[in-house]
């Protein structure tokens, strides 16, 4: 499965950005979708998740009541469109598909395939 991030930019603290994951090569149905973050010097953060089917999804705190991650099977694509974006919010933004029909993959670890990631800057 490949994996092409896009959508990221320059955005101003409060300001909105929408990233796209692009998926070929597989049966994107069958994986479990997810967005990580990293940002300079600091770990691998999970940003949010979504299940195969798409019917499930999860965002830790950080992320929750601004984020929202959706996904179209029929297009092979997963969106995270980000809201009320803070300079804390500056990173790298890695999509990453890992093969689990059931449910959300929380861990980094539990990712087979990832994209190439983009860059987001919030500026203050």
């Known amino acids: 499965v490949q994996l092409q991030a896009s959508g990221g930019g320059l955005v101003q603290a409060g300001g909105s950005l929408r990233l796209s994951c692009a998926a070929s090569?597989?049966?994107?149905?069958?994986?479990?979708m997810g967005w990580f973050r990293q940002a300079p010097e600091k770990d691998r953060e999970f940003v949010a998740g979504?299940?195969?089917?798409?019917?499930?999804?999860y965002l830790p705190d950080s992320a929750k009541g601004r984020f929202t991650i959706s996904r179209d099977n029929a297009k092979n694509t997963v969106n995270l469109q980000m809201n009320s974006l803070k300079p804390d919010d500056t990173a790298i933004y890695y999509c990453?598909?890992?093969?689990?029909?059931?449910?959300?993959?929380?861990?980094?670890?539990?990712?087979?395939?990832w994209g190439q990631g983009t860059l987001v800057t919030v500026s203050s």
């Open positions: 990453a598909a890992g093969a689990y029909e059931w449910g959300i993959l929380l861990a980094a670890s539990e990712y087979k395939y």
């Open positions: 090569g597989g049966t994107f149905s069958d994986y479990a």
């Open positions: 979504i299940s195969a089917s798409g019917a499930t999804n």
